[in-house]
C-alpha cells in the first residue's frame, strides 16, 4: 500500500506535497514524510500518525527554498510505525519514498551490510535506497538500470539524487502515474493526488524509468526511449470535497440512488454493451473483501440463471490447483484495480481464460490487463469503506445476470429503483435508533441463506471495520453446529430473510437463536413482530440485494459515530492493497 508523490516544477512543493499526500491518506496513514531538494540541500521531515501531523511539523520548520520534493504516506509492511520507518529514506546521495514491497529486500540487506552500509529502519526502503546508491557513479539512470535488475518484487519509487535537480521514478507492478502540469511535473499512486493541478497524466508501464527535469521528462526502459500518450482524467477534483458531509463514507452512501440511476440508464436498453457472457459455460468470480461479497451476490444470481459459477477470495485462487474447464470466464471484481492479489488471480486466470473486469478505475491494471472490462463509474471513493462502489458491482452482476435471464419484472424493477434507495436513505433517524441498541454491544452476528447470505457478509464486515464491534456472518442454517453456543443474552443477531424461497427456514433459525437469549433485528420484505425490523420493499430478486445493504452500510455508519471512531480511516487499514 502507502501513497507516494513528488513534485517539480516553478512552485515550493510544500503545500501540493500535503495536499497530495491527504488525497492518497486512504492508501495508508500511520506515518508521513516528506523531502524537499535544492542545490544545496536535502532537508528531510517525517512524522508518525495522520498527516495532519506532519502539516503541523512542516508548519513550525524552517522550509528550504526548493521547487522538487517527495513525499509519502505509510502503510508498514516492513518494521513499525515510527519516524525512522517512515519514508523518505536516505542512503548516500538517494533519497527516495516507496509504494510496495522489496521481497528479496532481506537477502539484499545482508549483502550490503557486509558491504559496509550501515541501515537506520527495518524497511525495505531504505534497502533500495542502498542498492541505487551503490551503483550511481555520476548517472542516476544507468543506477536506477541496474537496479532493477537486481530488486524483486512490486515497488513504485520516487528518487531525488543529491548530485542534481531531478526528479526520479520508476515502476514494477505498483501503481505510478507521470502528471503532466503546465511547467510543473508529478509522479503519483493515484491521479487524485494531483487533480487540483492537472488531469493531464500519462501511464507508466511496467519497468519505466522517467526523468523529469527543467526542460521537461522522458520515459526509458531498458535504456530505451518510449514514448507514452497523454490521458485525460474524468475525473474532477469536486469528487474528493466533502460537500458539506461530516465524513466521506456518508457522503458516498448518499451518492447510491444516483450513480445506481445513471449506470442502470447506461445499460439497461443497452445490455448488448455488456460482454456477452451467455457464450460460457462455466464461470469464476474471483476478489477480496467486499469485492469479494459483491461476488457471492453475483454467484447467486448467475446460478439461479443456470450457470456453474465457482468463486473464490483472490489470496486462494491465486495459489490453488485450479481445474480450467473450456468455455470458462473469471470475472475479476475490483474497486482499485490494484489490489495486489487479484492482479496475481487476473495474471494467472489470463493464461487459461478470458477475463472479466468489474473496476472502478479505469486507468487500473486490471482495467488494462483483463479481456474485457465493465467500469462500475462510480467517481472516486474516499472513504476506506466501501460502500457505493460495493453497490455498483453489485448492480453490474445483476445486469450480466438479467442478460443471462431475463424476466419479466428486471426492467421495471430498476427503474424504480434509485428512487426505493432514497427513500431507504432519508430514514437516518430510524437508522440512528438502531445504532443506539447496537453499539454498546460486543459480538454481533448476522445470519441469511444463499444471497441473503451474501449481504450479510457485506453487512457485518462493514460494521466491524468501521465500528471495531467484533461481528461475524454465518448460513442461517448452519449457526448450530457450533457458533449458537456463544449466544448469549442480549446478544444482537441481524437476520436478513429476503428471499421468499428460504424465508420461513431463515425465520426458524432467528427463533432457535432468540430462545438462546439473542436480541434480533429482522431484515426483509414482509412485517414481522420484532421490535427492531427494517423493512425493504419487496423487488426483482436480482435487484433486492441493492436495496438492502445500503441500510446496513448506514447502520455501521451510525454505530461507529456513536462509538467515536475515525470513520473514514479506519485502524490498521488501507483503501488499496497493494501487497500481498
Ligand atoms: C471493505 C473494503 C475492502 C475492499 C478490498 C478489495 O470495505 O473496502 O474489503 O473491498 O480490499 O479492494 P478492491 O475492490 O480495490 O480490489
Known sequence: ????????????????????????????????????KNDDTIQIIKSVGKISHLEEKLNNEK????????????????????????????????????????ENAGVLREQLQKEGVKFNSNTDTEVAAAIINKYYTGDMEKALNKAIKEIKGSYALAILCEDDDKLYAIRCESPLILGVGKDEYFVTSDIGAILKYTRDYVLLGENEIVVIDNKGYKITKDNKVVKRE???????????????????????????????????????HNLKKLPDIKKY????????????????????????????????????????????????LVILISQSGETADTIAAMRKANEHADTLAIVNV?????????????????????????????????????????????????????KKLPQQLKVLLDKTGFYKKLADAIYKHEDVFFIGRKVDYAISMEGSLKLKEVSYIHSDAYQAGELK????????????????A?????????????EEVISRGAYPIYVGNEDVAYDHKIIVPRINKKLQPILVVPALQMIAYFVALKRGCDIDKPKNLAKSVTVE
Open 1 to 36: 500500500m502507502c501513497g507516494i508523490i513528488g513534485y517539480k516544477g516553478k512552485k515550493h512543493p510544500k503545500d501540493i506535497l500535503i495536499n497530495g499526500l491527504k488525497n492518497l491518506e486512504y492508501r495508508g496513514y500511520d506515518s508521513a514524510g516528506v523531502a524537499l
Open 63 to 102: 522550509l528550504i527554498d526548493c521547487n522538487l520534493g517527495i513525499a509519502h504516506t505509510r502503510w508498514a509492511t516492513h518494521g513499525e510505525p515510527n519516524e525512522s520507518n517512515a519514508h523518505p529514506h536516505r542512503v548516500g546521495k538517494i533519497t527516495l519514498v516507496h509504494n510496495g514491497i522489496i
Open 230 to 268: 497523454v490521458l485525460t482524467s474524468k475525473l474532477t477534483n469536486e469528487a474528493t470535497d466533502l460537500c458539506g458531509y461530516d465524513h466521506y463514507m456518508m457522503k458516498e452512501i448518499m451518492e447510491e440512488p444516483v450513480l445506481v440511476d445513471n449506470l442502470a440508464n447506461k445499460y439497461i
Open 281 to 328: 459455460q462455466h464461470i469464476h468470480i474471483i476478489g477480496c473483501g467486499s469485492a469479494y461479497y459483491a461476488g457471492m451476490v453475483g454467484k447467486n444470481l448467475f446460478e439461479d440463471a443456470g450457470v456453474e459459477v465457482e468463486i473464490d477470495v483472490a489470496s486462494e485462487y491465486r495459489y490453488r490447483n485450479i481445474i480450467y474447464k473450456p468455455n470458462t
Open 362 to 414: 479505469d486507468a487500473s491494471t486490471i482495467a488494462r490487463e483483463c479481456t474485457y472490462k465493465v467500469l462500475i463509474e462510480a467517481g472516486r471513493e474516499v472513504a476506506v469503506a466501501t460502500t457505493k462502489a460495493y453497490l455498483l458491482q453489485v448492480l453490474i452482476l445483476s445486469l450480466l445476470a438479467y442478460r443471462l435471464d431475463p424476466d419479466g419484472t428486471y426492467v421495471e424493477d430498476l
Open 481 to 496: 453446529h457450533g457458533t449458537i453456543s456463544l449466544i448469549k443474552d442480549g446478544t444482537i443477531v441481524f437476520a436478513i
Open 498 to 510: 429476503t428471499d421468499d424461497d428460504i424465508r420461513d427456514k431463515t425465520i426458524s433459525n432467528l
